[in-house]
T-cell receptor, first 111, second 113 residues
Framework: RKEVEQDPGPFNVPEGATVAFNCTYS??????FFWYRQDCRKEPKLLMS???SGNEDGRFTAQLNRASQYISLLIRDSKLSDSATYLC????????????FGAGTRLFVKA | DVKVTQSSRYLVKRTGEKVFLECVQD?????MFWYRQDPGLGLRLIYF???????EKGDIPEGYSVSREKKERFSLILESASTNQTSMYLC????????????FGPGTRLLVL
């Protein structure tokens, strides 16, 4: 079983839709959580960090549930430009520093 | 803005060749990483370095070595390229704490024939 698991998708949604991605992690010692975005044939870039209290950045909302060990990303009012792969990323510093990337969830937003 | 550059965007090599991939960052970051990315597998860590001349094996170090002689530069070496090393190689750098963001270079698409 992978330490960080994501639904690979693809998610195909119309413009304006709300879409949610989930990610589960298996190591309870995980301490930091992030969502990265990767456009086709480009490098990953940080979308947002995920805090225990949940956080919002415009149309994007990230939530963390430590008890159930999952992270979510909600995108409201989807735009064509949101089409990308979204990577769930988990870091921990026990037994040595480690950052683990999920394989990503592909999103296609259509007009 | 952090800038991470990689020496080549595309590279074609033959089996058995020695391959050098170079990465340079301009933010004085202590930590640098080499990943490979393959469809369905996500990013897998090959090696990382937390200081000059220091290196640690990642999850898939076999067939690779690294060099960090200067803080800003981290090189990945494929000692004898094989077809199963055809992949996208991504370099990243990060500041002092693991809570900080990793900044990625544009990637090198390597094809080994």
């Amino acid at each position: 079983r992978k330490e960080v698991e994501q639904d690979p998708g693809p998610f195909n949604v119309p413009e304006g839709a709300t879409v949610a991605f989930n990610c589960t992690y298996s190591n309870s010692a995980s301490q930091s959580f992030f969502w990265y975005r990767q456009d086709c044939r480009k490098e990953p870039k940080l979308l947002m960090s995920v805090y225990s209290s949940g956080n919002e950045d415009g149309r994007f909302t990230a939530q963390l549930n430590r008890a159930s060990q999952y992270i979510s990303l909600l995108i409201r009012d989807s735009k064509l430009s949101d089409s990308a792969t979204y990577l769930c990323v988990v870091s921990r510093n026990t037994g040595g520093f480690k950052t683990i990337f999920g394989a990503g969830t592909r999103l296609f937003v259509k007009a | 803005d952090v800038k991470v550059t990689q020496s080549s965007r595309y590279l074609v090599k033959r089996t058995g060749e020695k391959v050098f991939l170079e990465c340079v960052q301009d933010m004085d970051h202590e930590n640098m990483f080499w990943y490979r990315q393959d469809p369905g597998l996500g990013l897998r860590l090959i090696y990382f370095s937390y200081d000059v001349k220091m290196k640690e094996k990642g999850d898939i170090p076999e067939g690779y070595s690294v060099s960090r002689e200067k803080k800003e530069r981290f090189s990945l070496i494929l000692e004898s390229a094989s077809t199963n090393q055809t992949s996208m190689y991504l370099c990243a750098s990060r500041g002092g704490t693991f809570q900080e963001t990793q900044y990625f270079g544009p990637g090198t698409r390597l094809l080994v024939l």
